[in-house]
């Protein structure tokens, strides 16, 4: 049934009511594949035939995160991966080990979240490293008491270390674990407020700018509304549950989707596309020691000195060390693992946009992420039938009973 919800979702939140308009959409309908031909014909007939369109591929937009562990250097030949247990043990986190010196330092490091908004042409969001679980020591609860801080840093983004007008500012938060805010919330619930509004809202902002010649500020025809996808955990999900958020989040014309917990593998972009895998390589092998002591490097080492002359962030040397080395090296790391081809994958993989024109949501692709032959076979049966009814409960209720 997930896969059929999944394409009912897609049905009704990736397409909208009346014609093409020339001036957004510049791939016709009849060079598609079929499965997206098949697609269309479908939410038109739940329309009585009227003509339908699809969102832009550069407005479907994916969110996801990953957990990384930061360290000083490189590693050497004979280190290995493992993962963490007991009481270190953390969601997606791996680390490496050796019994010799390496470039880990005997595990001197620190778990770095990276979370990723990509869309369907390939373009990425800032670059946002969460640095989680750190302690009452490290970050004060006087100097900050929602145990929350955001850090800016100039520069942070893909290609600064080359093209010196690249200076596009990323963000590094700091979490203190065990650590509930006044009016309930937990600090990733508001490490994930911060993200939607520095990071998600602006993005789209700025394709909508940048792409379609929208003026921020003013009305935002229908054409240029976006859907985005999360992953569904809790703490994300309750940074948008809430009815003011979502009003604005209506008014900005985005649409937010969840994918199904347990098929993120086979729905999410971000999982689809290789772009986490090469991130988790390349760790291993890039360190800041190869870069110019200047530029983004500059930037990393003042911030962090101020913030430890404040007494807001004090960590030990050796994670200090770690994380600038981590952070000062991601720009080059994200350049090298997230081409536009690599990123645009995920958004074709799960069937969000066609192989032909990557622009139209096709059928076929949807129902293939369904792994099992004869439960595919089974949900087509079940599309054939109970489409339009789906269709109908999807507009009244914004899902579907089992």
């Known amino acids: 049934m ?44 739940c329309h009585r035939n009227a003509p ?34 007991g009481e270190k043990r953390h969601e997606d986190t ?48 006087s100097k900050c008491p929602s145990g929350v801080l955001h850090a800016v840093i100039p520069s942070l983004c893909v290609g600064s270390s080359q093209d010196l007008r690249h200076n596009a500012v990323g963000y590094v938060s700091f979490l203190r674990g065990n650590t509930t805010h006044p009016e ?31 003026s921020p500020g003013t009305d935002i025809p229908i054409e240029l509304t976006a859907v985005t996808w999360i992953d569904g955990g809790q703490s994300q999900l309750k940074s948008v549950l809430d009815d003011e958020v979502l009003d604005k989040m209506d ?39 190869d870069f110019p002591p200047f530029g983004l490097v500059d930037e990393i080492n003042a911030i962090f000195l101020d913030l430890k002359h404040r007494g807001i962030l004090l960590l030990k040397h050796n994670k200090e060390s770690a994380l600038k080395d981590f952070i000062s090296a991601y720009p080059s790391m994200i350049g090298r693992a997230a081409p536009t081809s690599s990123v645009a994958k995920g958004f074709l993989s799960n069937g969000m946009l066609d192989k032909r024109t990557m622009f139209w949501p096709d059928y076929d692709a949807i129902l293939q992420t369904c792994k099992s032959k004869l439960i595919k076979n089974a949900q087509e049966v079940l599309v054939r039938r109970k489409f339009k009814a789906m269709y109908e409960e999807m507009s009244r209720r914004g899902r579907l009973t089992d």
Not at 184 to 213: C, S, W
């Open 52 to 85: 339908v369109y699809p969102v832009l591929p550069s407005l479907v937009i994916s969110t996801d995160d990953t957990t990384v562990f930061a360290f000083r250097g490189v590693t050497t030949k004979g280190e290995q991966w493992y993962l963490l247990e």
């Open 251 to 289: 008014n900005l014309r985005i649409i937010i989707n969840k994918h199904s917990a347990a098929r993120t593998a086979v729905e999410q972009a971000a999982d689809l596309c290789p772009v986490f895998r090469t991130i988790k390589t390349l760790i291993q092998y890039t360190t800041r020691d």
């Open 2 to 45: 997930s896969t059929v919800s999944y394409l009912v979702v897609v049905a009704f939140t990736h397409f909208f009511v009346g014609n093409v308009n020339p001036l957004y959409h510049k791939r016709k309908l009849r060079d598609a594949t079929e499965g997206s031909k098949r697609f269309v014909k479908l939410v038109s007939w």
């Open 94 to 141: 791996q680390s490496v080990y050796s019994s010799e010196v390496g470039g880990t330092d005997h595990l001197n490091g620190m778990r770095a979240r990276l979370t990723i908004t990509m869309n369907g042409t390939g373009s990425m969001a800032a670059p946002f490293i969460s640095v989680t679980g750190l302690t009452d020591q490290e970050l004060p609860v």
């Open 184 to 214: 309930g919330k937990t600090t990733d619930q508001i490490n994930f407020e911060y993200y939607r509004e520095a990071v998600l809202i602006p993005f789209i902002t700025t394709i909508r700018e940048k792409l379609f010649g929208h």
